[in-house]
């Protein structure tokens, strides 16, 4: 039997990392810039925890997680996502209480799901979350990091905003009462998972692709209609600050998000340029769920972005830099009985020049077919050490992709000159 990796656990090679390196330096630096801090938490946590955050009947839970018994008895499950294992590690370690905390974590999350184009079984998630803040300020403020992340990476033309408000936990169980009495009459119009939905996770029904389905809903109770008059003015001073900054965004009023927790504001970044799995970023607000979780009350908003997809997004736009998959600036070839020298000559240059990549030719071979291997390394400059000029003390410098002669120059100058040539 071969030996083969999960169905939907993708391993990432080589030549794929420097793309994502990238996407996780970019998303770094700006929520450095915003002083956002990094938190990491284990991967696999107590299953209780999800059931307690995510919900109890959201597919998430019901159907997608990978749990476990360990060797004690106890359900173990990896975890599908990071805000409840965040808040959990908050909570455990006081990070809450009458403070404010700005964070973010990345990783690897765990759903069973059916494997296609933008989503997997291990998938990654980089995350943000924001506690302790009441207002729609912390809420547009994450906006504005998604927005200058979107124009760093280029991708800013290519994605849409959608915002909506959920309300309050007591709105939405109104609303659902008033929705399920809606499509109850109209059982049998709806698909059949809709049906299935419709008293387990009833607004979930609102997400349905299912155009009958989505026809009948034209007519349905509006979750707006529903919502209290704070959430309103929360959504208002929201949409203010958005149009001051001057992001753009459509108002969703079916947009309800998968999970249990959220309450007031829930927005999704979606493209069209990648088919079904369209939302590359999706977040709201949960102030319910540090006090559902332990803790005492503290408010929370975040989102998290799925990394495959920005990735797919990245390579179908053609937007990532050239450089970036640039690993080797210098190849030395050593030709003859020169290893030793050439492994020196390797070590000065790098002690000399902290920012240069320089490949050293290991294993040997005949000139040709190391300059055949420097080509191909990507390196800008070959360096060329034969027994000739180890006996010289000098070195041959032959640039690869200019046309520039050739320079023998002497290995106590090399350095000096590989800085001038590649700062400019
Ligand atoms: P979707 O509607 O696409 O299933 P979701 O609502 O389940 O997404 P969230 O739990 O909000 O997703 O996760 C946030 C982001 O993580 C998503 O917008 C998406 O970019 C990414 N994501 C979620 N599930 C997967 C998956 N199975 N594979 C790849 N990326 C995923
Ligand atoms: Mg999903």
């Not at 307690?52 to 997680?65: A, L, N």
């Not at 692709?209 to 109770?221: D, S």
């Not at 540090?290 to 390579?315: I, N, S, T, W, Y």
């Amino acid at each position: 039997m071969k030996l083969q990796s999960i169905r939907g656990m993708n391993d990432l090679l080589p030549d794929q990392s420097p793309t994502w390196q990238y996407l996780e330096r970019v998303i770094g630096d700006v929520l450095a810039r915003y002083s956002y801090r990094e938190i990491r938490f284990p991967i696999l946590e107590q299953t209780e925890l999800f059931k307690r955050s995510i919900g109890e009947v959201t597919d998430i839970v019901e159907k997608e997680m990978y749990s476990f018994e360990d060797r004690n008895g106890d359900s173990l499950s990896l975890r599908p996502e990071g805000t409840a294992s965040c808040v959990r590690a908050c909570n455990q370690n006081g990070l809450l209480h009458n403070q404010i905390q700005r964070l973010w974590y990345t990783g690897p999350m765990f759903r069973h799901e059916r494997p296609q184009k933008g989503r997997l079984r291990q998938f990654h998630q980089v995350g943000v979350e924001a506690f302790g803040l009441n207002g729609p300020d912390i809420d547009a403020e994450l906006l504005l990091i998604t927005a200058r992340l979107w124009q760093a990476l280029k991708i800013d033309q290519a994605v849409t905003l959608q915002i909506n408000s959920l309300g309050t936990s007591a709105d939405r169980k109104r609303y659902r009462t008033a929705l399920v009495d809606y499509l109850s009459a109209r059982h049998d119009q709806l698909d059949e998972d809709s049906q299935r939905r419709l008293h387990s996770n009833p607004m979930r029904i609102l997400d349905s692709k299912n155009a009958n389905t989505q026809a009948l809903l034209n007519h349905a109770p509006v979750l707006q209609d529903y919502i209290d008059s704070e959430s309103k003015e929360h959504f208002l001073q929201l949409r203010t600050m958005l149009d001051a900054a001057g992001v753009s965004y459509e108002i969703n009023p079916r947009l309800v998000r998968g999970l249990d927790y959220y309450s007031k504001t829930v927005f999704e970044w979606v493209t069209s340029s990648l088919g079904a799995q369209g939302t590359v970023c999706a977040g709201g607000r949960y102030d319910g769920l540090v006090e559902q979780l332990g803790g005492k009350p503290c408010p929370g908003v975040g989102f998290a972005m799925g990394m495959e997809r920005l990735v797919l997004l990245l390579d179908e736009l053609g937007v990532v830099p050239d450089s970036v998959g640039q690993t080797v600036d210098l190849y030395l070839v050593a030709v003859g009985d020169v290893d030793s020298q050439a492994l020196v000559l390797g070590e000065n240059l790098r002690t000399h020049c902290p920012n240069l990549r320089l490949q050293t030719n290991c294993g040997g071979g005949s000139f040709k077919s190391q300059m055949k291997k420097a080509d191909k390394s990507g390196a800008s400059i070959a360096l060329i050490l034969g027994e000739d000029e180890a006996e010289k003390n000098t070195v041959g410098v032959k640039f690869l992709r200019q046309d520039r002669p050739q320079e023998t120059v002497d290995q106590d100058q090399l350095a000096n000159l590989i800085l001038t040539l590649t700062t400019d």
